[in-house]
């Protein structure tokens, strides 16, 4: 009977220490979420707005682009696996263009996804999706999100630098 207890009063503690691990997972991608709003709008917000059309070489997007894709790609994720709320995101009729717009689009799209991790249940994380890439989970999907705007992110701050620029400080965790 001891021995039974022993077993049971273990696998309690590591199911609470599981849990806790994912919510502490959660709570800091929604804070590194937030951040990366936060430091994406400035970093949207130092170009001058003839210079949204600039890139570096050609075929490669402009800086106007690169946020948009950005947007689009924070849209479809959280919409495609973390939440079944539609996306904010829908590809106009004609191209946005225009700083303000993109700057709204972005804020717009920040704030979906947010609120759907704010709302997403952390026993969920190791839930799986049928992905272009394969099978994941939803934590490297949350994990993807975090990637891929970093990744853009990083090649904006080189589209200022190269218009003579200096990038807003970072703003990480």
């Known amino acids: 009977m001891r021995l039974l207890f022993i077993v049971f009063s273990l696998l309690v503690i590591n199911t609470l220490t599981a849990q806790k691990a994912d919510s502490l997972f959660l709570d800091a991608a929604i804070t590194k979420l937030q951040n990366s709003k936060e430091y994406t709008l400035k970093v949207a917000?130092?170009?001058?707005?003839?210079k949204y059309g600039f890139m570096p070489v050609p075929g490669e997007m402009s800086f106007?682009?690169?946020?948009?894709?950005?947007?689009?790609?924070?849209?479809?994720?959280?919409?495609s696996y973390i939440t079944n709320s539609k996306s904010p995101v829908i590809k106009p009729a004609t191209p946005i263009q225009k700083k303000e717009e993109i700057i709204q689009v972005l804020n717009k799209t920040y704030d979906f996804a947010i609120s759907a991790l704010k709302l997403f249940d952390a026993a969920h994380l190791a839930d799986t999706v049928s992905f272009f890439a394969g099978t994941?989970?939803?934590?490297?999907?949350?994990?993807?999100?975090?990637?891929?705007?970093?990744?853009?992110r990083a090649q904006l701050i080189v589209y200022l630098r190269l218009n003579g620029i200096k990038p807003p400080e970072y703003i990480g965790w």
């Open 136 to 152: 994941k989970t939803k934590l490297q999907i949350i994990n993807l999100i975090s990637d891929h705007q970093t990744h853009h």
């Open 64 to 79: 106007g682009e690169q946020l948009l894709h950005i947007a689009a790609n924070l849209g479809w994720l959280t919409s």
């Open 45 to 50: 917000k130092e170009m001058p707005e003839e």
